[in-house]
């Protein structure tokens, strides 16, 4: 397996209990398919204002995690994550 920066960023309206369960479910996806979570950084970036509105929204809360992973995994998180309307944006970036 082949590890990955992936960042996403989840609304900026959600409450902390909200917004930990849908970091879980994210991390979820990546775990029940055989890879693993090997860092997750909330502290670097957290909630920030955007350059430019994303979805009539100007705020988002970041999360930054590395993982160990295949093109399997990511596939299937890349298709579940877009489905998931708490989810703005993500970016997978090879290690």
């Given amino acids: 397996m082949k590890k990955y920066e ?8 959600l409450s902390e209990e909200e917004r ?20 997750v950084d909330t502290e670097k970036f957290g909630l920030r204002e955007f ?6 929204l100007n705020k988002g809360f970041y999360v930054i995690i590395d993982v160990e992973a295949d093109n399997a ?3 299937e998180f890349d298709r579940l ?6 989810v703005l944006r993500h970016i997978v970036v090879a290690k």
């Fill in 51 to 56: 350059a430019y509105p994303i979805k009539d």
């Fill in 81 to 86: 994550t877009k489905l998931n309307t708490r």
């Fill in 20 to 39: 930990n369960a849908e970091m879980e479910n994210v991390h979820k996806i990546i775990v029940d398919n055989g890879g693993k979570v090997v860092n």
């Fill in 6 to 13: 992936i960042m996403y960023i989840l609304l900026a309206d």
């Fill in 73 to 75: 995994i990511l596939a």
